[in-house]
């Protein structure tokens, strides 16, 4: 299930990352979330691993609009250094 912003303000109450599927040039690993207002679970974002990491703790207890947010911070500080 893709993200659907009206998503946005909800609780994270579960996550997990799927690793890099197919090899080098297949898919990105993805972060994976379940939020209090729906029991589906949808695709945050995916990302490089080779440029920024993140573990499910980091998620859990933020809004989906938080945790996109970690993504675009960490985003800037790997392409700021």
Do not use: N
Request: glycine share 6%; with cysteine; proline share 5%.
């Amino acid at each position: 299930m893709p993200r659907d912003s009206k998503y946005d303000d909800c609780v994270i109450t579960e996550a997990r990352i799927i690793p890099r599927q197919g090899g080098l040039f297949g898919d990105c690993p993805k972060v994976m979330v379940k939020v209090d207002e729906c029991s589906k679970e949808f695709e945050l974002f995916d990302y490089f691993e080779d440029e920024i990491s993140f573990s499910t703790p980091e998620f859990v207890g933020k809004t989906v609009s938080d945790g996109v947010h970690l993504k675009f911070e960490k985003d800037r500080r790997y392409l700021q250094s």
